[in-house]
């Protein structure tokens, strides 16, 4: 398996919701992380997970609260968004410090947010 | 922290013509730089990367260069098609360092 799975594709939520975005990968890979990307800019760092401890934390809104349960999966809980969070949120997972220490991302497909 | 500038932000090409996608970056700790293709709604893809102690690296149609003194390194893709019409971004990482600087995006245009 060398994918980095994402769910949900779409999802519409209002400002007062609670939701979670959920990524997967069985790769072996030992660092996750979240990026945000708006339409035509590059992607954005969110968090960083390096063997299931939170790494890097880029000055992110507490609405946004990342979870890694174990090494395979990485959440995303959302809540009380607001309009300017709608984005595509994508996952990336790779091999992480201690590997090949030239190693780039596998990325997910995303999870395209709509705050309403 | 490290700064990497892309350019140009668009590049319209006639079909079999070829491309050449320009990046800087600014700290020279950097040593690893990756490219990816991102088509419209979906996920960047690593296309080719590239090392610090290697000049030049070819995969078929595209190529990567990397000027370590002047701080640059390239995308060249020859011969394009339609198909390689996308947004591309370079990025930059320092040795074991989990955090990718990346590049302000290139869209490329493959006219038919």
């Known amino acids: 398996d060398t994918e980095v799975t994402q769910t949900p594709k779409h999802l519409v939520m209002g400002m007062t919701n609670k939701k979670s975005l959920k990524c997967e990968q069985h790769m072996g890979h030992r660092a996750m992380y979240w990026y945000k990307q708006k339409a035509k800019k590059p992607p954005e760092l969110m968090f960083v997970y390096s063997y299931e401890k939170l790494s890097i934390n880029e000055s992110v809104p507490s609405r946004f609260s990342p979870e890694c349960p174990n090494s395979s999966l990485l959440n995303l809980h959302l809540h009380a968004l607001q309009p300017e969070d709608s984005a595509l949120y994508l996952c990336?997972?790779?091999?992480?410090?201690?590997?090949?220490?030239?190693?780039?991302?596998?990325f997910g497909s995303g999870t395209r947010l709509t705050v309403v | 922290g490290e700064n990497v500038e892309q350019h140009p932000s668009t590049l319209s090409v006639q079909e079999g013509d070829s491309a050449v996608i320009k990046c800087t970056y600014s700290?020279?700790?950097?040593?690893?730089f990756p490219w990816y293709k991102q088509e419209l709604g979906k996920r960047p893809q690593l296309i080719i990367d590239?090392?610090?102690?290697?000049g030049e690296k070819k995969d078929q149609r595209i190529a990567v260069t990397l000027n370590k003194t002047a701080k640059h390194f390239s995308l060249h893709i020859t011969e394009t098609q339609p198909e390689d019409s996308a947004v591309y971004f370079c990025a930059a990482r320092k040795y074991n360092f989990n955090k990718f600087y990346f590049g302000s995006g290139t869209k490329l245009n493959v006219k038919p």
């Open positions: 590239i090392r610090s102690n290697v």
């Open positions: 700290d020279s700790a950097s040593n690893y």
């Open positions: 990336a997972s790779s091999q992480g410090q201690g590997g090949d220490p030239f190693y780039g991302y596998t």
